[in-house]
């Protein structure tokens, strides 16, 4: 069993940065989701642990950044420039098994998930 813990959530202003960090010691994908009111879960950003991959999506490409700190056991995912469509719950997930179909952005590529932490960027 994995067992997720999120951290770093909180309120910017447009602009702004924020570092999220989830604490998981196994896994062989790892990956950051968000979901905001209304919408769909949608994938951020995924570590590969075998080749030290990173994946991210359209959106935060050259804004968002995603690390694995070994000696803490945390992927963290910073995130630069917020714009207020940023915001949304953010969801820490790992996998076991190499992603199959629908590759690093499909939730059921994920077994383990956070309980979330909320970004919220002001205009």
């Known amino acids: 069993q994995v067992h997720l813990v999120e951290s770093g959530g909180g309120s910017v202003q447009a602009g702004g940065s924020l570092r999220l960090s989830c604490a998981a010691s196994?896994?062989?994908?790892m990956g950051w989701f968000r979901q905001a009111p209304g919408k769909e879960r949608e994938g951020v950003a995924a570590?590969?642990?075998?080749?030290?991959?990173?994946f991210y999506a359209d959106s935060v490409k050259g804004r968002f950044s995603i690390s694995r700190d070994n000696s803490k056991n945390t992927l963290d995912l910073v995130m630069n420039s917020l714009n207020p469509e940023d915001s949304a719950m953010y969801f820490c997930?790992?996998?076991?098994?190499?992603?199959?179909?629908?590759?690093?952005?499909?939730?059921?590529?994920?077994?383990?998930w956070g309980q979330g932490t909320q970004v919220t960027v002001s205009s």
């Open positions: 997930a790992a996998g076991s098994r190499v992603p199959t179909s629908g590759g690093w952005r499909s939730l059921k590529n994920y077994e383990y």
């Open positions: 196994i896994y062989t994908i």
């Open positions: 570590h590969y642990r075998g080749g030290g991959n990173t």
